[in-house]
């Protein structure tokens, strides 16, 4: 009723073409921009304590966003399966300690660009088996670069400037007169920064996605040899898929260590996150840009919830709730991949299909 | 130079100077090897049967430990806690096969690669829950394995042989000498190569795939056993021996996806090479190499022979 | 399906209600554990014995200060994202001090303590660095850092077989932990005379070290020191027991002492070495007093032959530390609901001597002086050894060596300092 195409008519293909064609999309785009951008800095999360909505809900789970969105690209748009983003958000994080310390003049921005860029020049190396192999064959080879890249952070000191904690720290760095990084800067500054990322990354990705090489990875996807036979290339339509993907994944690894875990080890990088993320995609949905949203949030916010929620209602223990949702994400992944292969974003659009019509459904 | 000389000339000159190093590296690497090899056969059985490439073997492997040493743990004879483990690992194979390879039929590969690092987090969280995450040691000295060592003087040195190992190597090949036969001369062999071959075809000659599916999962689950005890009784039983399972992927790309003889010469390759790699050009690149060796030889073999040294050649290539 | 959304909305009501209540008139000493994870065994340990001597002061005493003390846990799995929840978990709702029980935790905790004003302290982990005061004001490291540790060690080598052209060999969990003490080992080689082999073990590959022993084997050293943690400690005794490496010159850092590491393996690791801080033993007047007052009753989870083992007594030593602090804060202020900031004064100003150790029921442990500029107390260690059965003390006190770690430990604080500008820090003089 509220929900509907109908007497919404287009004169122009711009318009058929827009991001949200409909106008109650843009409507709720609006709104969300109105909570992301004043409501939730000012107020927080209702009934939680404002830092704890900030620290520990919505500045991870923006940062996660964009990792999943680079997974995403990979897994869900070119059918590339990876188990190597741990590693890559490394690269990402290592690269820009490593530019901040080399320049400290650097603008923040640039640097996080840069070692975007590193992350996707290391995505490519090791993206390059996928030219001859494909499907599982490849997890081996994202394991190789998983396992290879954590123990060079461990191993080449230079990495991490030689300290003797073997962590990267953030120093506090001021961009235009505002500390936006390090022990100083404002949980708000950080919030804005990543989220006016994480929207330039979305938008940025959603174009690519519906352009011209975002079509031949999803050609690649469905079918490798009808792709080349109409003129794709797959050697680029590839390492193009890995270099984007581990671009988004470098940028979220640096913005994670810098924007909020302040420090971190190679720890931080291991492979249980890189299934992490591959949860977050999969529940989320392939091959979908709301799905990255929805995956990320649900992945992130779920378990600290039904920690909150058993300590607190039943007094079950950490012990219990924390294999709790361990059991809980390993049974939605088989759940969701027998049911509804294409996630959370799948029922969401089966939602507003039955928008539509409600509430009178004949 | 003096980086010439330290990767191709001083290793060399060090496995000569103390040779009894040299072969207990061997014997280790060898040990670690039939181990590999094992698990990867694991790996291999499902895949054959049913194209599902399984991620949850080497979780399997602990979850067969860990319960066993349990069972063990609640007073009950250690050959009964052996019988109990392998019903839960008939349990297991049937709910995976009436859970998840049923609904799954069909599915692209990754789908099905997938849903079982779905299973593995699930297992891990059960796992934890009722058995505990603490390391547990292995029961194999209740279970009347030898538990001693013999030393063999050798160029004024001597190579330890733990009879532990000695029991691992014998047992893990005649149990895979037993697979290999069981596959090509037994009529559920035949199915299961038939299944392998053309689900349609076998369906339409009367194999029940779902039945083949069960017996693959659960002699996956025994050699999770085999392996889970021997790993199990060289350090201890913990959720750590997953990351050791895992090498058994590497493994597989070096011996190819649908060999069984591939996965035995995978398995020594990898387990000897990262031993004596680690030994001899470990320490000068900072050491503890062991990490990644197996996975970046695998990768050496993806980029220049992806079929593996005796995979088939119709791999999936693009 | 209406029921299942009333049934989530009263689960979320409750949620946010927990969640957003003030606890006023209670002492909250948060404490970050990992009873899940790889680490769970030697977790699982220490979480208990703090949360038994918080409740063993409520039971016995009323509190502290007349206020119940409230030793919240909040799990982290050992992993750092969730460090890093449960710390701004516990924003706003006062929290007097916070308990990594992480060296990577710690680290990024470091850096968010002098803004929020709340102590960090690492007993026997975390940054060798932040035992200056100075450079540190937030950290507290009692009762003696890495560095100091590896250098008591060292004494220690030195009575009993000499140092000088000795090879040690250092077989260290490759992380931040294990290489902490990496940078003392550089100074201290030439100064001292003696060589070392740096031997790392992978995460990873905790329970496959057969390469690293057989290394060991090649290099032929004169002892070998570790740092290891959780299973890597089982494997490296086994290992060593297995290649015929004498365990009375294996010698474990106080993370690599535990009963846990050696208990399973018996008579077999006999003669293995560890340092120790925290003697073990049930007849501490403290530790009966937990059992009294807390474990007989049933008010805990700890099975009742945990306590009494070398990391148990150890949490409890740590909680004794905390509650002397808060107990010295509450003197400084005159009040009992005190905050982090009194409470990190309170920290400074601890003297667990030997007669105030005795007191409570701590006699035998290292006795902990602080002081505004010392944030380790120096304190000294002991080697214990395990006889086949339990861990016996063979050693006195063994001080560190204090002319030589100092220098490095300022060096080493003004390095943290020097890329972080803005950093506060204090003056002490």
Not at chain 2, 110 to 122: A, K, Q, Y
Request: glycine share 10%.
């Amino acid at each position: 009723m509220f929900y509907k195409e109908t007497g919404q008519f287009k004169s122009r293909y711009k318009d058929e073409l827009a991001a949200f064609p409909l106008f109650e999309d843009k409507i709720g785009i609006g709104i969300l921009c109105v909570l992301t951008f004043l409501v939730i800095p000012m107020f927080g999360l209702p009934g939680l304590n404002y830092e704890f909505a900030m620290g520990a809900i919505m500045i991870p789970c923006m940062i996660f966003i964009i990792m999943t969105l680079g997974l995403n690209i990979l897994l869900g748009f070119a059918g590339q399966i990876s188990l190597g983003t741990g590693a890559f958000s490394g690269v990402g994080a290592y690269a820009f300690y490593k530019f901040i310390t080399i320049f400290p003049d650097i603008n923040i921005i640039i640097a996080l660009v840069l070692s975007g860029l590193v992350s996707a020049v290391v995505g490519v190396i090791f993206g390059l088996p996928s030219l001859k192999i494909k499907g599982f064959y490849l997890i081996v080879a994202t394991l190789a670069a998983q396992f290879f890249l954590t123990w060079a952070f461990i191993r080449v000191a230079w990495l991490y400037n030689y300290n003797a904690s073997g962590a990267i720290e953030g120093p506090n760095k001021e961009m235009f007169g505002i500390i936006m990084i390090g022990p100083q800067s404002a949980g708000m500054t950080r919030y804005y920064f990543v989220l006016v990322t994480l929207i330039v990354l979305t938008w940025l990705a959603s174009n690519v996605i519906r352009g011209r090489i975002g079509r031949s990875w999803m050609m690649i996807r469905d079918m490798d040899i009808a792709a080349e036979l109409i003129g794709i290339r797959p050697l680029v339509a590839k390492l193009s898929a890995f270099a984007f993907s581990s671009f988004y994944i470098g940028i979220a690894g640096a913005l994670m260590v810098f924007f909020w875990l302040g420090a971190a080890e190679a720890e931080s990088f291991d492979i249980n996150h890189s299934f992490l993320y591959l949860f977050m995609v999969i529940i989320g949905g392939l091959g979908s840009i709301t799905g990255s949203y929805m995956g990320a949030i649900f992945v992130w916010v779920v378990p600290v919830l039904i920690k909150e929620i058993g300590k607190s209602a039943f007094g079950f223990d950490a012990f219990v709730m924390e294999n709790f949702s361990t059991i809980l994400l390993g049974a939605m992944i088989i759940i969701i991949l027998i049911l509804e292969p294409h996630g959370l974003a799948r029922l969401w659009q089966i939602a507003k299909q039955k928008l539509r019509l409600w509430p009178f459904p004949y | 130079m003096e980086i010439l000389h330290m990767i191709f000339i001083a290793p060399f000159l060090d496995m000569v100077a103390l040779p009894d190093l040299f072969f207990q590296g061997l014997w280790d690497g060898f040990v670690g090897g039939t181990l590999y090899a094992l698990l990867a056969l694991g790996f291999v059985l499902i895949f054959k049967a049913s194209g599902v490439f399984n991620f949850s073997q080497p979780i399997l492997m602990v979850l067969a430990a860990l319960a066993l040493v349990s069972f063990y743990e609640m007073g009950i004879n250690p050959w009964i806690s052996v019988a109990l483990v392998l019903l839960l690992m008939y349990a297991l194979a049937f709910g995976v096969e009436r859970v998840i390879l049923r609904n799954l039929v069909n599915q692209d590969g990754n789908i099905l690669f997938m849903s079982t690092i779905g299973l593995t987090f699930v297992i891990i969280g059960a796992a934890q829950w009722i058995f505990g995450g603490v390391p547990r040691s292995m029961i194999h000295a209740e279970l009347g394995f030898p538990v001693g060592s013999s030393e063999w003087p050798m160029f004024g040195g001597a190579v330890y042989f733990e009879h532990i190992d000695i029991s691992a190597v014998v047992l893990a090949s005649s149990l895979i000498a037993i697979l290999a036969v069981f596959f090509s001369k037994t009529k559920i062999g035949r199915g299961l190569r038939a299944v392998a071959d053309d689900h349609q075809a076998a369906l339409s000659v009367g194999i029940s795939l779902n039945q083949i599916w069960v017996i693959v999962w659960f002699v996956a689950g025994i050699v999770a056993l085999v392996g889970g005890l021997f790993w199990g009784a060289r350090s201890d039983v913990s959720f750590a021996l997953q990351i050791i399972g895992l090498k058994a992927l590497p493994v597989l790309i070096i011996g190819g996806f649908t060999s069984v003889p591939g996965a035995i010469i995978g398995g020594l390759i990898i387990g000897l090479g990262e031993k004596i790699f680690e030994i001899y050009w470990g320490p000068m690149m900072g050491g503890s190499v062991e990490g990644w060796f197996a996975y970046v030889i695998a990768l050496v073999f993806l980029l220049f022979k992806p079929q593996g040294l005796f995979g088939e050649k119709i791999i999936e290539r693009v | 399906m209406k029921k299942h959304i009333i049934g989530a909305a009263v689960a979320l009501g409750t949620l946010f209600s927990t969640v957003s209540m003030s606890f006023a008139e209670e002492l909250l000493v948060p404490h970050l554990t990992y009873r899940v994870g790889p680490f769970a065994a030697n977790g699982t340990m220490g979480a208990n014995a703090i949360t038994d001597y918080f409740t063993m002061l409520n039971e016995r005493d009323g509190g502290i200060g007349g206020l119940k003390v409230n030793p919240e846990e909040c799990e982290t799995g050992y992993n750092a994202q969730k460090g890093v929840e449960c710390y701004e978990s516990y924003r706003g709702k006062n929290p007097l001090m916070h308990i990594p029980n992480s060296t990577g935790i710690t680290l990024q905790l470091l850096q968010k303590a002098p803004e929020d004003e709340v102590p960090i302290f690492t007993m026997g982990y975390g940054l060798s660095a932040a035992a200056k005061g100075e450079t540190f004001p937030w950290a507290f490291n009692y009762p003696a850092s890495y560095w100091s540790q590896m250098s008591s060690i060292l004494s220690y080598i030195d009575s009993e077989t000499g140092l000088k052209g000795k090879k040690i060999a250092f077989l260290y969990l490759d992380g931040g932990y294990g290489r902490e003490p990496l940078p003392l080992l550089d100074q201290l080689e030439p100064k001292m005379g003696f060589e070392t082999v740096r031997i790392p073990v992978a995460f990873a590959d905790s329970q496959n070290q057969g390469s690293q022993w057989l290394t060991i084997r090649k290099e032929k050293p004169d002892w070998v020191v570790m740092w290891g943690w959780g299973v890597m400690n089982i494997t490296a005794v086994k290992e060593a027991a297995k290649t015929r490496f004498p365990l009375d010159r294996f010698i474990g850092n106080w993370w690599s002492g535990g009963h846990v590491d050696v208990e399973a393996l018996g008579m077999k690791a006999k003669g293995y070495k560890a340092s120790n801080f925290t003697p073990a033993g049930r007849d501490f007047p403290v530790v009966q007093d937990v059992i009294k007052h807390v474990v007989s009753k049933g008010l805990t989870k700890t099975e009742p032959d945990m306590p009494g083992k070398v990391l148990y007594n150890r949490s409890l030593f740590m909680a004794v530390v905390m509650a002397e602090a808060i107990i010295e804060a509450q003197k400084l202020t005159g009040k009992a609901n005190v905050t982090g900031a009194d409470v990190r004064k309170g920290f400074e100003m601890i003297k667990l001597d030997e007669a105030r150790l005795k007191e409570l029921g701590f006699e035998g442990f290292t006795p902990v002086i602080g002081s505004c500029a010392d944030h380790e107390g120096q304190g000294s260690i002991f080697v214990q050894q395990w006889n086949g059965k339990d861990w016996e003390k063979i050693t006195d006190f063994i001080p560190p060596m204090t002319d030589i770690v100092q220098p490095l430990l300022t060096e080493a604080a003004e390095a943290y300092k020097s890329d972080k500008p803005g950093w506060k820090t204090q003056n002490c003089s």
